[in-house]
């Protein structure tokens, strides 16, 4: 490995988390990440959070491990794949890390300092380089996209997803009610305006327009899983609240087939390439 001796960690695993995760690997570093218990990822099948869920996950030959362990980190670490650990802040255990990526896009700073490593990055919003970290990244669409900032903050957040082909934020779809989902439909599959995609507690998610579904958050699961969790407080399932984003649509169709299966990683490459350049030259 390259840069065997400068650790990385990424805190969040999501599809954007992905791409950054992506560049710095290949590019030799040695890459771990932190991970909610119940990850939030709309668009599981390109984000490395599902090893969460799944043990292991394969992202385009990027493979992510789960761990509960330093030696299971570090044996993730010599086997060149991305080790993944629960843990909502820094696990105690873990080396302070050369490099630290906050990109759990919370649009806003939850808890990172600039002392949490020897370089630290903010993704998008919530951040000020030269306060709470080193180096901020524009992550909102447009000709600023993965622009690095020295000092002060990314574009606000405007609570608006991008436009893309014409729509804005009914691409986004959130839960009507609090409650545990249940999909019919599957990641990568054509819908038609009006098609039940799931439902959240008996309430039907419904398509708004036609399109190609292009992430849904994990399904809650029943039986015995949702029993063992239930015994457990420390491990207590964590259902979407009313409003929580629950699936992506994208209206482009067979297009958002070849964007979701083939180029994926490199829909984001600008703000990793920026990420990946700034390492290089310290």
Same mark, same amino acid.
């Given at each position: 490995m390259l840069f065997g001796t400068h650790a990385v960690l990424v805190r969040g695993?999501?599809?954007l988390a992905t791409g950054v995760i992506s560049r710095l690997h290949h590019a030799g570093f040695p890459v771990g990440v932190t991970e909610l218990e119940h990850p939030l990822t709309v668009r599981r099948n390109v984000a490395v959070s599902s090893a969460v869920y799944e043990g292991v996950t394969d992202v385009q030959g990027l493979v992510a491990r789960h761990v509960t362990t330093a030696s299971e980190w570090r044996d993730a670490i010599v086997r060149t794949q991305i080790p993944v650990?629960?843990?909502?802040?820094?696990?105690?255990w873990l080396p302070r890390p050369t490099v630290l990526v906050d990109a759990?896009?919370?649009k806003r700073n939850i808890d990172t300092t600039k002392h949490d490593g020897s370089l630290v990055i903010g993704l998008g919003p919530g951040f000020v380089a030269g306060d709470d970290?080193?180096?901020v990244v524009e992550t909102m669409r447009g000709h600023r996209l993965?622009?690095?900032i020295t000092k002060g903050s990314a574009a606000p957040d405007t609570g608006t997803p991008g436009i893309v082909a014409g729509r804005g934020a009914e691409r986004v779809?959130?839960?009507?009610a609090d409650g545990t989902v249940m999909w019919r439909r599957q990641i990568g599959?054509?819908?038609v305006g009006g098609d039940v995609l799931g439902a959240v507690d008996g309430i039907d998610i419904c398509a708004p327009f036609d399109g190609m579904v292009r992430g849904l958050i994990h399904p809650r699961r029943h039986g015995g899983l949702l029993r063992d969790l239930r015994q457990s407080t420390r491990r207590r399932r964590r259902r979407p609240h009313r409003g929580a984003r629950l699936a992506q649509l994208d209206v482009r169709g067979v297009? %958002? #087939? !070849?964007?979701?299966?083939?180029?994926?990683? %490199? #829909? !984001?490459a600008i703000v990793d390439t920026k990420i990946s350049a700034v390492l290089h030259e310290r």
């Open positions: 695993g999501g599809d650990v629960v843990n909502e802040s820094i696990p105690p759990r896009l919370a970290c080193h180096l993965g622009r690095v779809i959130r839960s009507p599959e054509t819908v297009m %958002a #087939d !070849i964007a979701i299966r083939g180029t994926t990683i %490199a #829909d !984001i």
